[in-house]
């Protein structure tokens, strides 16, 4: 098979628009590049496990991740919401606790693994989506 063409970005630049090669992109700033479309602000959650390692990295993650998309101004990189200040939706034991008896899907209880603690961790995960997450983002006023 022949090998792909490599994509092009339509971007702003000097008010006017240019077609670039994606190896352009590490230059955004120092090419005073700007987005093609009006800025478009991004409100985020993240779901991850209860471990500080984790969490640190996923912390460090997606605030570089806020600083890159703002100083490129692509609009602003929020949390979703204010009762998750970092948008860090934790799993964990203390979600495991007050979700042990929460119903998912049928086939978690036909699952023939069902003890392996990587399909107990996936259930939580589930529960977490359906019981948590799910209710949480149904009630966010989105625009």
């Not at 077609?19 to 120092?30: D, I, K, T």
């Not at 600083?67 to 860090?88: F, M, N, T, W």
């Not at 023939?112 to 149904?138: T, W």
Request: glycine share 6%.
């Amino acid at each position: 098979p022949e090998p792909l063409p490599i994509p092009t970005f339509l971007v702003g630049y000097d008010h006017d628009f240019l077609v670039l090669s994606p190896f352009a992109l590490p230059y955004w700033e120092r090419l005073m590049l700007e987005p093609y479309g009006s800025p478009r602000d991004i409100a985020y959650v993240v779901i991850c496990p209860e471990n500080e390692a984790v969490l640190s990295g996923a912390k460090t993650f997606f605030r570089d991740l806020t600083a890159v998309y703002e100083s490129c101004r692509l609009g602003q990189h929020r949390p979703i919401s204010k009762l998750l200040p970092d948008g860090i939706m934790r799993v964990g034991p203390t979600s495991a606790k007050k979700l042990h008896d929460k119903p998912v899907s049928d086939w978690f209880s036909q699952a023939i693994s069902g003890n392996s603690d990587m399909f107990v961790r996936l259930k939580l995960y589930a529960q977490v989506c359906r019981h948590e997450l799910g209710p949480y983002l149904a009630a966010q006023q989105l625009d």
